[in-house]
């Protein structure tokens, strides 16, 4: 076969990889833009973290004469020796039974509720129970915050930590059964029908088979609650007023009026009060991310 004359056709035609390269150096710079644009809001959402650990270590006196930026020229630990001592070991120890008090029995009721929520497609009753879960997404605890607080004096729990947990389990488990929903529908339906040949009961297959497969879910169920219940201040702040009923949140409140311009024991107490958060998103981040990308992928 002899080469196409120049002039014609084949010889006009376009390369195929002609139109590549001002495309491929379009997206290269459109990749550099939005990676500075990512280096910028890491900087802006790092810089108040910085700001509030190199503080916690600043004494008060250095705090006003150096800038706000600067690490300390003296570490000192005695904002956090001054935090301790304000009864905080009660105040962390009611956050922790609050939190685990709300979260764990929130992630087991929810998980059920969606695993029969998927399990059970043809029933009237559970696909009523489904609609009533995805109406909470909708509705703010502050919309129903006088409500709640009723209830809670009817039930005399006014001023105990039992009235933090309640409402908390309640308000965690919506969410917590559209994301755990999501993921047992992409369990394989062969699965489920193996383990009932085998014998298995509903309630087995549901702790057995459903309940491993699910896990970035749960971690993710877990881990979102956790930090909202665990920053929650207004559940605290109406339905107790003694301070030994009082969680971190609302001590930080306290330490803020009590120090009043002791910026320094301000900052070490948000300090100690975010590393339990921090460490349970160090240790969960993997299941966490994949657990979003899965449960809202669709």
């Known amino acids: 076969m002899t080469p196409a004359p120049a002039g014609t056709e084949a010889s006009r035609r376009p390369s195929p990889h002609g139109h590549r390269k001002p495309r491929a150096r379009r997206l290269h710079q459109l990749n ?3 990676g500075s644009l990512g280096w910028i809001w890491l900087i802006v959402v790092m ?3 910085y700001w509030v650990v190199i503080t916690s270590f600043k004494t008060q006196a250095n705090y006003f004469i150096t ?7 003296e570490f000192t630990f005695e904002n956090y020796q001054v935090v301790i001592e304000s009864n905080f070991a009660l105040y962390f120890m009611n956050s922790v039974f609050v939190t685990a008090g709300a979260v764990i ?3 087991l009721i929810s998980f059920m509720a969606a695993y029969a929520i998927v399990r059970g497609v043809g029933s009237r009753f559970l696909k009523l129970a489904n609609g009533v879960f995805l109406m909470g997404l909708a509705i703010p605890l502050q919309a129903v915050i006088i409500p709640v607080y009723l209830i809670i004096i009817r039930l005399q729990m006014y001023d105990t930590l039992g009235a933090i ?10 969410l ?3 994301v755990l929903s999501n993921f047992i529908r992409d369990v394989p339906k062969e699965l489920f029908e193996s383990m009932r040949m085998d014998g298995a009961t509903e309630w087995g297959t549901m702790w057995r088979l459903a309940f491993p497969l699910v896990r970035p879910a749960l971690v993710t169920v877990v881990i979102y609650n956790a930090v909202g219940i665990w920053n929650g201040f207004l559940l605290p702040l109406i339905l107790t007023e003694g301070t030994e009923q009082s969680t971190i949140p609302l001590a930080l409140a306290t330490f803020s009026s009590e120090f009043g311009v002791n910026v320094p024991a301000v900052a070490a107490s ?6 339990p958060i921090v460490l349970l998103y160090a240790i ?7 657990g979003l990308t899965a449960g809202f992928g669709r």
Not at 165 to 174: E, K, T
């Open 105 to 107: 029995p929130a992630t």
């Open 67 to 73: 800038n706000p930026l600067k690490p300390p020229t």
């Open 270 to 275: 948000v300090t100690l009060t975010t590393v």
């Open 47 to 49: 810089l108040p973290i």
């Open 176 to 178: 917590s059964v559209l």
């Open 32 to 34: 550099w833009v939005g």
């Open 165 to 174: 947990i309640l409402p908390s389990i309640a308000f965690a488990i919506p």
């Open 284 to 290: 969960g981040r993997r299941q966490l991310v994949s």
